[in-house]
């Protein structure tokens, strides 16, 4: 069995509660509370300004030439494509950007950004794997899972990570993952689990944090 496949079976209980939010919910049937889904976007804007650092890192420390281009095109893609689907998003609600992340936005962050900093490449890129799939597969639940969707006011959002081009980027993502953890020891592929786990369990809080509508307590 692939290391990505013995890691998804271990993140499933996480996704399937990723699935049971209520954000998650009420974003497939169309009744998400506007102000929840321009908070989860105004937090996904500053997650993905560091996202896009992250693999932009992971880039130059890739030896195969065709690994770092993928991950080159990960990038671009996080700050073009994504760009422009969270700024269509806020200028039609007439927003702008929170300069504040919220407690769940930060913690995630700072997680990636402390495996760039001090953990193998094969473990940066196992916690960034999340981001690519888990969003996959919900955006594939829900497209299954839909009754009505011509008049869901976020069906752009479902279809961007329900669609084919997302889902060719994610097996690549995949793909190289595997192709990695094959040349690491059960020692090394134990640290990509662990950092994939915890992401994934970082995605969970991030979606909930937007449900809530996450403040500082302090």
Not at 98 to 111: I, N, Q, V
Not at 114 to 124: D, I, N, R, Y
């Amino acid at each position: 069995m692939k290391w990505s496949e013995q890691t998804w079976i271990k993140s499933l209980p996480i996704y399937h509660k990723i699935l049971d939010l209520p954000f998650i919910t009420e974003l497939m049937n169309g009744t998400l509370a506007k102000e929840k889904f321009l908070f989860y976007i105004q937090q996904d804007v500053i997650y993905l300004g560091e996202f896009g650092k992250v693999l932009a890192g992971i880039v130059v420390r890739l030896k195969k030439q065709s690994h770092a281009e993928a991950f080159m095109k990960f990038a671009a893609d996080t700050i073009y494509v994504e760009g422009d689907l969270h700024e269509s998003f806020l200028k039609q609600v007439g927003s702008s950007v929170t300069t504040e992340p919220s407690p769940s936005c930060l913690l995630y962050t700072g997680h990636m950004r402390q495996l760039l900093s001090s953990a193998s490449v094969e473990a940066t890129m196992a916690g960034v794997l999340p981001c690519f799939w888990i969003y996959k597969e919900v955006g594939d639940y829900i497209l299954s899972n839909q009754t009505h969707n011509s008049d869901n006011p976020y069906q752009q959002w479902i279809n961007t990570y329900g669609g084919a081009d997302f889902e060719k980027a994610v097996t690549n993502a995949i793909n190289i993952c595997d192709e990695l953890a094959q040349q690491c020891t059960n020692e090394q592929q134990q640290e990509m689990t662990d950092a994939f786990i915890r992401s994934a369990k970082l995605e969970w809080m991030f979606w909930n944090s937007a449900w809530n509508m996450e403040q500082w307590p302090i």
